[in-house]
């Protein structure tokens, strides 16, 4: 079974650019959950979906971040502009059917803002 | 508060035991897990403990919860160069169902 996948692994991008995230949950998970881990520090939630509906997006910093999931499958995360304090690994899990299932991690997307 | 502290970096000799401890907030947290980082690599997830429980062991891992104390630790015995990774400690948040994490222990394991 594949796990959770994430693209790009990698993307250095302009402040003031816009950059979108991929995160492919493992399949039949209905929670996804985007983290991320700023400058080494403690990794921190800021979303999580259950199918297409955003059930808590209490963690996403501010309005230059929109997460998607249209058909509950794989989710987006869009970061527009850019500024250079969104650098950072961003990392999506996923559970399975009920949200206190395990989340999977997926090898996360660095993102550097120059 | 939502907060999970560890001790930042633990050096130990090949063979020797491990033990990265970690300290959180919310007594009502169903789960306590442990996901271990290695250079360039995800997170992985290593372990975790229900809450009712005050022990787990797997294979060379051993898990202690002291809920009074809300102290969490990993053990690793025999520990090998291999386990020389980041390691997050995280507590399930029941009533929002995010991770609150620490901010990993590093461990370096000395040939």
């Known amino acids: 079974e594949a796990g959770v996948t994430q693209f790009p692994s990698h993307s250095v991008i302009e402040k003031g650019q816009t950059v979108t995230l991929r995160c492919d949950p493992i399949s039949g998970h209905d929670n996804l959950y985007w983290y991320r881990r700023v400058m080494g520090k403690e990794i921190k939630f800021l979303l999580h979906?259950?199918?297409?509906?955003?059930?808590?997006e209490s963690g996403m910093p501010n309005n230059r971040f929109l997460a998607e999931r249209t058909g509950g499958t794989y989710s987006t995360l869009k970061v527009q502009p850019a500024e250079l304090e969104d650098s950072g690994v961003y990392f999506c899990?996923?559970?399975?059917?009920?949200?206190?299932?395990?989340?999977?991690f997926g090898p996360g997307t660095r993102l550097t803002v120059l | 508060g939502e907060d999970v502290e560890q001790s930042l970096f633990l050096s130990v000799r090949e063979g020797d035991s491990s033990v990265i401890n970690c300290t959180y907030t919310?007594?009502?947290?169903?789960?306590l897990y442990w996901y271990k980082q290695e250079p360039g690599a995800g997170l992985q997830l290593l372990t975790y403990?229900?809450?009712?429980?005050d022990m787990k062991q797997d294979q060379r891992l051993t898990v202690l919860l002291n809920k009074k104390d809300k102290h969490l630790s990993l053990r690793i015995a025999d520990t090998q160069t291999g386990d020389s990774a980041i390691y997050f400690c995280?507590?399930?948040?029941?009533?929002?169902?995010?991770?609150?994490f620490g901010s990993g222990t590093r461990l370096l394991v000395r040939p």
């Open positions: 899990a996923s559970s399975q059917g009920t949200p206190v299932d395990t989340q999977y």
């Open positions: 919310d007594s009502s947290s169903t789960y």
């Open positions: 979906f259950v199918k297409e509906s955003k059930q808590d």
């Open positions: 403990i229900f809450s009712n429980m």
């Open positions: 995280a507590e399930f948040m029941d009533s929002s169902y995010k991770l609150i």
